[in-house]
């Protein structure tokens, strides 16, 4: 890990923290769908125009304001995304033979529109609808579960994957990934958080031990399909807007799954929240 991403990593960290404990709740909407706006004008400049990336942003972001405060179309999406995620784990481990599917203008123009859509319903979800709010579990408390959970599944997966890791995994997406470093970041992370968790809440250890795990997983497929749609355009990263980490879709690929997929198991399955 080199010493820009380490730094720029630690200041994204602390403000993100910083933005979610003492922003008020409409703000940091409008913080998080700017962000999710500059991520997609990102994802689809991989495949179109600058022109058609800029336009499909401001698409993206008016979509965003209007669903804000439809539960219907928060709680659609947001299942959607579910079985988005679901959907591409073939795509990920068969790639690159379906490399010719996968450049399709339609499958980008779908993947985009329920990845972004998606997240943002979560936002959505987490800030604006009563349904989601449980007193052992307020809505910051949620945002930076997100954050921990993608944090130290990807720092964990790093650093196994470094020092132990020895079975390439997922290689024709992402070349550097081990199955041990997958499976130790998992592990590790779910049972830091879900006793870090159960210290200080009063919920269930294996319900809670569950739902971690999930949105570790997802997590981690958030971020094998980045490099999935990276790799079938061609590009390395998708912008260098960040020091060491590439562009904003690459740096929160891994939370764009973990967030709706942490909400589908809470609304469907563990009813947590």
Request: aromatic letters at 18%.
């Amino acid at each position: 890990m080199d010493k820009a991403r380490f730094i720029s990593g630690i200041l994204m960290a602390l403000i993100v923290t910083g933005l979610i404990l003492f922003t008020s709740d409409l703000p940091l909407w409008f913080i998080f769908n700017v962000i999710i706006t500059l991520c997609c004008l990102e994802f689809v400049r991989l495949r179109f125009s600058n022109l058609t990336a800029s336009i499909s942003s401001i698409f993206f972001f008016a979509s965003a304001y209007i669903f804000k405060d439809i539960l219907f179309l928060n709680l659609l999406f947001v299942t959607l995304s579910f079985f988005l995620w679901i959907s591409l784990i073939p795509f990920i481990l068969t790639f690159p033979h379906n490399k010719s599917f996968l450049q399709s203008s339609k499958v980008w123009v779908l993947f985009g529109l329920i990845c972004f859509l998606g997240f943002s319903a979560g936002v959505n979800l987490v800030l604006f609808s009563q349904i989601t709010l449980n007193p052992e579990f307020n809505t910051r408390g949620i945002l930076l579960f997100i954050v921990c959970v993608a944090a130290f599944t990807d720092v964990f997966a790093f650093f196994i994957g470094k020092f132990m890791g020895e079975r390439k995994f997922l290689q024709n997406v992402s070349p550097k990934k081990t199955l041990e470093g997958f499976i130790g970041g998992v592990i590790i992370a779910t049972l830091f958080l879900s006793i870090s968790i159960t210290i200080f809440k009063e919920v269930s250890f294996i319900s809670i031990l569950l739902l971690v795990f999930i949105t570790s997983v997802f997590s981690i497929i958030g971020d094998a399909s980045a490099s999935l749609f990276k790799r079938v355009s061609g590009a390395k990263d998708s912008s260098n807007i960040i020091p060491g980490h590439g562009g904003i879709f690459d740096r929160i690929d891994s939370h764009l799954a973990a967030l709706p997929v942490f909400l589908f198991f809470n609304f469907f399955v563990f009813h947590l929240i």
